[in-house]
């Protein structure tokens, strides 16, 4: 008998694993299961393949397993298997292997062949170019000798990390939709890893696997429809076989949440909404019915602790953005979650803005460190707000350690008892224009923040910024902006630049150097045991900075276009690179206000440059 023939005949007995709580029977044909998401007491529905459409894609796959074998062998050879313990010890790994190098989110590498007395010999080994004209804020990702690169419009590139060599490209069919209702340019921040699977979250809103090694679509899952609010630019996150994303589409009134997947089939395995609902925890914080389209989006990569099993994952803004018509804290937008990573279950929270009017989104990195304060030791989490406040939170219990500004805020005016209180007189209203620092875009924005152990110090990627802001009419109808205020970013008047690297002591929370910038600082950073600090400039050059003092060690020739992108860092053979993508973009030249003439003439396209020494 064939492979196939078996296949038929046995037809009858397959079944779809997905974890749920309640569903009817799955006999062949087409049924839809209704499963309850544990602990959240709401429900989704999710559709169960037809058998037949289940049975041609095995065949199919059968069918290019078979031709593909010997090449994939090939390759194979030259591709480590991406395992739960290597993610588990990625810190020490030679590679790259996730969004910032590992769980605790430090973007901190141990490499020390690259350092203070030889970082002024790097140069350029290895470029790529790509001719997308918007912004490039993804890391490069790195396993053994294959590099994994993300570029606006969702194409994934694989590299070979020493050559450049092109080993397969995928571009992911958008069919018209997916762009509509994107907040702040078209980007992607990178991809996951896992077994022989790489992992890309979409702007159309599905999780795509490929195979590393040769770009086949593995599987592929949507979350939402495209273009009724919903996208996604984050790096998926991979825990424990779970492949964990979160949605965008604040600014479009979308009811947003985090959502973990099975990585070997795509099978929902849970789903938390950022936005609680009546009769849930915090589900009193809104008005009637407004939590249905509240936003939160959760668009960033989030971090993991595994002495404590908990998964930690910022969330955004709500909707609309003018305060005044959802009276209430909002919970659990601009706030901090302590998630059981197998259930999705809230452990505890901690809002760093509450009742939002300024668009303070709490989605940046929380990174775990260790830090003493007033002679006490703490396993914490630090997060540079957008609200311009430098938090460090007791990671065990979601308790305040302290709180100092990095730039200049207004409207979270202080703290009383742990929690953050607002200005009032700094609210806008439909008569009422404000002005506040900093602006909507954040004392520091998406860019991740790095913390060195040995320094103990954070660097901080920082705009000076503020704004004007009013009240303005809105109403909510899917896949339409959803605001209600006007607004200008202008230059914070007390300060004479726009934008900075500055490194912050985690242990007191206050500023250890400063590195000021004529124009805006809208690159991640990256720390290595080398004692440097890398992080890209708009002007189109990564630096190289003295960890302990901030001083300039070494300065790329300038590079196609200005830097949004985190950079990373990696070994292969005993040879140390630093990777960067350059191409400017994202939310400033869209939504900078007076800083958009500032920013005009920096040059478009992406451009990948690969370092090493001489």
Not at 270 to 279: F, I, L
Not at 340 to 363: A, F, L, N
Not at 587 to 595: D, V
Request: net charge positive.
């Amino acid at each position: 008998m064939t492979m196939f023939a078996r296949l038929l005949r046995n037809a009858s007995a397959w079944h779809v694993p997905c974890r749920i709580v309640a569903c009817d029977g799955l006999p062949v044909g087409y049924r839809t299961c209704r499963a309850r998401q544990q602990y959240s007491g709401e429900y989704s529905t999710m559709k169960v393949n037809q058998t037949k459409h289940r049975l041609s894609r095995l065949w199919l796959g059968v069918s290019l397993a078979v031709a593909l074998a010997p090449a994939t062998a090939a390759l194979a050879a030259g591709y480590p298997q991406v395992t739960n313990a290597r993610l588990a010890a990625a810190q020490n790994d030679n590679g790259w292997l996730m969004f910032r190098r590992d769980y605790a989110g430090r973007s901190y590498a141990p490499f020390k062949q690259i350092n203070t007395a030889n970082v002024n010999t790097l140069h350029e080994v290895w470029s790529y170019q790509s001719h997308l004209k918007q912004g490039y804020e993804s890391t490069p990702i790195v396993n053994g000798q294959y590099m994994f690169i993300t570029t606006p419009k969702d194409h994934l590139i694989a590299l070979n990390a020493v050559t450049g060599k092109v080993l397969w490209k995928y571009v992911k069919p958008m069919k018209g939709v997916g762009f509509k209702t994107v907040c702040c340019d078209v980007v992607n921040r990178g991809v996951a890893l896992y077994g022989d699977n790489v992992y890309m979250a979409t702007l159309d809103n599905y999780v795509v696997a490929l195979n590393a090694m040769t770009g086949k679509v593995v599987w592929q899952r949507e979350l939402k429809p495209a273009d009724v609010g919903y996208a996604m630019t984050l790096a998926p996150m991979i825990l424990k076989g779970m492949v964990i994303v979160g949605e965008s589409g604040g600014e479009y009134g979308a009811r947003d949440f985090i959502q973990a997947l099975d990585a070997k089939t795509g099978a929902l395995l849970w789903r938390r909404w950022t936005t609680a609902a009546p009769g849930h925890l915090g589900g009193n914080t809104w008005p009637k019915g407004m939590y249905k389209h509240g936003g939160g989006s959760a668009w960033l990569t989030g971090t993991y602790d595994a002495s404590t099993n908990t998964l930690f994952w910022g969330v955004g803004n709500p909707s609309p953005w003018l305060a005044k018509l959802r009276p209430g804290l909002n919970l659990f937008t601009d706030s901090l979650l302590a998630l059981d990573p197998s259930t999705g279950k809230i452990k505890w929270y901690y809002q760093y803005t509450p009742h939002d009017s300024w668009d303070y989104d709490g989605v940046n990195t929380p990174v775990l460190t260790s830090l003493s304060y007033h002679g006490k030791e703490y396993k914490a989490i630090v997060h540079a707000d957008r609200n311009g406040w430098f938090y460090a939170i007791n990671r065990v219990n979601g308790k305040l350690i302290y709180a100092e500004p990095f730039t200049r805020a207004t409207s979270v005016e202080g703290f009383k008892d742990g929690l953050p209180y607002t200005n009032n007189a700094l609210r806008p209203t439909m008569t009422k224009q404000i002005f506040t620092c900093p602006s909507f875009l954040g004392g520091k924005n998406w860019w991740p923040i790095s913390v060195d152990p040995q320094t103990h110090m954070a660097y901080v990627p920082t705009m000076h910024t503020c704004m004007t802001m009013k009240g303005a009419p809105t109403f909510y109808h899917a896949g339409l902006p959803y605001l209600g205020e006007s607004f200008e970013v202008v230059h914070d008047p007390a300060d004479h630049s726009w934008g900075a690297l500055q490194a912050i002591n985690v242990d007191t929370g206050r500023q250890a150097w400063n590195h000021d910038s004529a124009l805006p600082w809208d690159a991640g950073a990256m720390s290595t045991a080398g004692g440097l600090v890398f992080s890209g400039s708009a002007r189109g050059h990564l630096y190289a900075f003295d960890a302990q003092t901030g001083k300039i060690l070494w300065r790329s020739p300038k590079l196609s276009s200005g830097i949004i992108a985190p950079p990373s860092t990696f070994m292969v053979n005993g040879k140390q690179y630093v990777a960067i993508l350059a191409g400017w973009g994202g939310g400033t030249p869209i939504w900078g206000g007076k800083m958009v003439p500032v920013v005009k003439s920096i040059p478009r396209g992406g451009h990948l440059y690969v370092f090493a020494l001489r």
